[in-house]
């Protein structure tokens, strides 16, 4: 019996999305199968922050840039807003704006720029005063997730043809079967994209492949500007390079990670750094921490939320009122930034093991249909 599907995905997070992406751009009958009812894993919950700027040097950059492009062209398909472009990277100490001016210096610093001190003050003024320079990258975007993840799916659906299952738990492939709670369906290839869930389809096969394989667990606020005034593009601090690998990995983060162990210890045992991004409603999405465990627990932290707060008042100059708090998690390996394999014929299974998944899955997805379409 023919397959009703030429491709099938499991998982309708942006990792699935942006596989139905690339298999219907190639002319591929699609559909998408998940088990929630609307997209409630790492694709809602995050910053919507589509970062190429500090993306770990090589694969991830590369696909990083890809990524943004795509979501510059889907956008306006599909009715997401961006809610605003580039990023400043503020340094505060002399150490991070060595990192800084390494960073501008390579491959990577193309098209950004160093802003001194003295022009923060007309460039950046909600970071004048206590910031000692910014990095600004043009590169980078924002989405608002909760609403551009339903909107993309949307958008597949009804621009592309795309059929979704859904509240379907997929508990076997075996192409062309694809068996769900809701019966089989049939497709001759399927990609998994199943998140951080290692214990379900290929289970066994993924954790033998992978036993470095756990999550990671953040803490998210959504908070008022005390200002009122609101950002115009992703702001981030010297934490975050120590933390963002395309910084990270320069040797002049070194006497700043060292700085930084006897200046802020407490905000690096609990893995934060400043991500602050900007909504149309003039609130603002703040983090982030990161703990891991292979289940992490279900509980968030005031502690937490405070040191994080501190970081932004340092960078931003004030405190401001928390509307909203909530925890993500995201599927992690320490010296993978995604995995993609095999594990029987015309499948693939695909993670974003890094927290990365926003900025660089459509560039993943690209790549998998390549692989198994030719
Ligand atoms: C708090 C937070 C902040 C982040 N910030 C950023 C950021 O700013 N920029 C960035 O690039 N990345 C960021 N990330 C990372 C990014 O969100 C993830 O890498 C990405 O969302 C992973 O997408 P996914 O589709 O693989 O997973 P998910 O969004 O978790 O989707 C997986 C889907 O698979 C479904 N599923 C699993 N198994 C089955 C099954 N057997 N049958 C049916 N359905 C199944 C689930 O129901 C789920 O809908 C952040 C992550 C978190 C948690």
Redesign the pocket.
């Known amino acids: 019996m023919a397959a009703d599907y030429d491709l099938a995905i499991?998982?309708?997070?942006?990792?699935?999305?942006a596989h139905a992406l690339a298999g219907v751009r190639r002319g591929l009958k699609t559909v998408v199968?998940?088990?929630?009812a609307q997209?409630?894993?790492?694709?809602?919950?995050?910053?919507?922050?589509?970062?190429v700027t500090g993306q770990q040097a090589g694969a991830t950059w590369q696909r990083a840039k890809r990524s943004a492009q795509i979501w510059d062209e889907v956008a306006p398909k599909a009715g997401i807003r961006i809610e605003h472009r580039g990023l400043a990277v503020a340094s505060r100490r002399a150490e991070a704006t060595a990192v800084l001016e390494a960073f501008l210096a390579s491959e990577m610093g193309e098209g950004c720029a160093l802003v001194s001190r003295a022009a923060l003050r007309e460039r950046f003024p909600f970071l004048a005063g206590r910031n000692e320079a910014a990095l600004w990258s043009p590169h980078d975007l924002r989405v608002e997730?909760k609403d551009a993840?339903p909107r993309l799916a949307a958008h597949l659906e009804r621009d592309w043809g795309v059929a979704f299952r859904r509240q379907?738990?997929?508990?076997e492939v075996a192409p062309p079967m694809v068996a769900?709670s809701g019966g089989t369906i049939r497709a001759e290839t399927v990609v998994?994209?199943?998140?951080?869930?290692f214990s379900?389809?290929f289970g066994a096969q993924l954790r033998e492949a992978y036993p470095g394989l756990t999550r990671?667990k953040?803490q998210?606020l959504r908070v008022k500007p005390a200002s009122g005034q609101n950002l115009p593009c992703s702001v981030m601090s010297d934490l975050s390079l120590v933390r963002y690998l395309g910084y990270a990995e320069l040797p002049e983060a070194a006497a700043l990670r060292k700085r930084l162990e006897s200046e802020q210890a407490a905000q690096l045992e609990n893995g934060i750094h400043l991500?602050a991004?900007a909504s149309a409603d003039g609130t603002q999405v703040v983090?982030?921490s990161h703990h891991y465990a292979a289940t992490p627990d279900p509980f968030a932290s005031d502690a937490v939320d405070e040191l994080m707060l501190d970081e932004y008042e340092a960078v931003l100059g004030s405190r401001p009122e928390i509307t909203a708090r909530?925890?993500?998690?995201?599927?992690s390996l320490p010296d993978r930034p995604m995995l993609r394999m095999a594990p029987a014929e015309r499948v693939r299974l695909?993670?974003?093991t890094?927290?990365?998944?926003?900025?660089?899955?459509f560039a993943i997805g690209e790549e998998t249909i390549a692989e198994l379409f030719g």
């Open positions: 499991v998982g309708a997070g942006i990792a699935g999305l199968i998940d088990r929630d997209a409630n894993g790492a694709s809602v919950r995050n910053f919507g922050f589509i970062t997730s993840i379907s738990t997929v508990h769900t998994v994209c199943p998140g951080d869930d379900g389809l990671c953040l998210m991500i991004v983090g982030d909530w925890l993500g998690t995201y599927a695909v993670i974003v890094s927290g990365t998944g926003a900025s660089t899955s």
